[in-house]
Every structure is written in C-alpha cells, then in structure tokens.
C-alpha cells in the first residue's frame, strides 16, 4: 500500500512540474532586464524632452496606436516627435511593466505608466495601461516595433 501511495506521489508531482513554466534562462533574464531597462529611458527621454533619445528606441517598421488617433509609423513619428517634444511638458513620468515575456527574438511587454504634464501652469496627472511588442534587432538589442497603450478614464 505504501509503495502505490509512493507511485502516485510521484505521478502527481512529475505532471505537476510538467504543467509548470519552465524556469526563464539567463539569456531570458537578461532580456527582460534589457526590456525593463528601455522603459526607464522612455520614461526619461519624454520627460527631459529627448526626441532623438525616444526615437532610438523604436524599430525603423515600428507602429504606435494611441486612441482616437490614427496609428503612427516610424517615419510619421519622426518627422512629427520634435515639435511634440517639448522640455518641461512633463513633469514626470513612470512606466511600470507588470508582465514582459520573450520568445526568441519576439517579446511583450504589459503593465501601466503615470504621467504628471504641466498645462496653463497647473499640474494634471493621469495613469494608463499599455501592451508593447518588441523585436530583436540584429545587433543583438531590443526596438519597440508596435505599441498600445491608453489613459484609464
């Protein structure tokens, strides 16, 4: 009796372990560190109204589509970022990834971002939610390539 109730531990724990996510690799860790790290460079580049430093980390075939505005490629948001640029527009600003998995040279990224914009003097803030796809370049980093994201309202 001893020795079946044994066994089937055993069965129950291997196909536990099986349907469990397999541990991330360090090259997956790294990746996901990467991707958390161009969020930080987002935040700050939109902040210090860094154009140049914020389109650098888009993918040259990259879309972003923001609510109730047409969807933007790359060179759409390059002949237009620098006049929406503007150095103290935004007074802060936090991006806050929840979930980031990556597959091969494919990844996404999920989570919320809060904003602090100076108009007419005054402070107004507002928080948002995104879901971000990004693509391994050839050299080995990593491009937004299409990007969602709206305010909660």
Do not use: C
Request: hydrophobic residues 40%; proline residues 3%; charged residues 25%.
């Amino acid at each position: 009796m001893k020795r079946f109730a044994y066994s089937a531990l055993a069965a129950t724990l291997i196909g536990a372990a099986a349907l469990m996510p397999a541990a991330a690799s360090a090259g997956e860790t790294e990746d996901v560190t990467t991707i958390h790290a161009i969020w930080d460079t987002y935040a700050a580049a939109r902040v210090a109204g860094d154009a140049e430093t914020w389109l650098a980390l888009w993918d040259t075939e990259s879309l972003k589509m923001s609510p109730g505005r047409p969807a933007e490629d790359h060179a759409t948001m390059a002949a237009r970022v620098r006049e929406r640029f503007a150095p103290g527009e935004r007074e802060s600003m936090t991006i806050a990834p929840h979930e980031t998995v990556v597959t091969g040279d494919w990844a996404y990224s999920r989570g919320t971002f809060t904003v602090t914009v100076l108009r007419d003097g005054q402070e107004v803030g507002f928080e948002g939610k995104f879901m971000t796809i990004l693509k391994r370049q050839s050299d080995g980093s990593w491009r937004i390539y299409r990007d969602f994201a709206n305010r909660n309202e």
